[in-house]
Nanobody, 122 residues
């Protein structure tokens, strides 16, 4: 059984920063790519960022490029999302997920966390 637990969400003013963490258990963490997605009220879940199992190649949504950074620590079985210069439109529930491949399509991810709320006030 794979478990993913996100943490680090909260309320921040526009222009501020947050770092999300996603702790994994139940599978060989270092063998899988990890992704971050988000879902705002009334909107579909959208891709945010992903990182390969090596921690080398990464992918970002255009809306977060230059502001968000994804990283991972395979020894701690944890993936991070550093979010800087936050905007009100970044407000959403953020989810981490695992995949065999580095990609941006949610359908390619098999296990998901429960999500953590990020609220950016203007």
């Amino acid at each position: 059984q794979v478990q993913l637990v996100e943490s680090g969400g909260g309320v921040v003013q526009a222009g501020g920063s947050l770092r999300l963490s996603c702790a994994a258990s139940g599978r060989t963490f270092s063998n899988y790519a990890m992704g971050w997605f988000r879902q705002a009220p009334g909107k579909e879940r959208e891709f945010v960022a992903a990182i390969s199992w090596t921690g080398g190649p990464t992918r970002y949504a255009d809306s977060v490029k230059g502001r968000f950074t994804v990283s991972r620590d395979n020894g701690k079985k944890t993936v991070y999302l550093q979010m800087n210069s936050l905007k009100p439109e970044d407000t959403a529930v953020y989810y981490c997920a695992t995949s065999e491949f580095l990609g941006s399509a949610a359908v390619g991810y098999d296990y998901w966390g429960q999500g953590t709320q990020v609220t950016v006030s203007s």
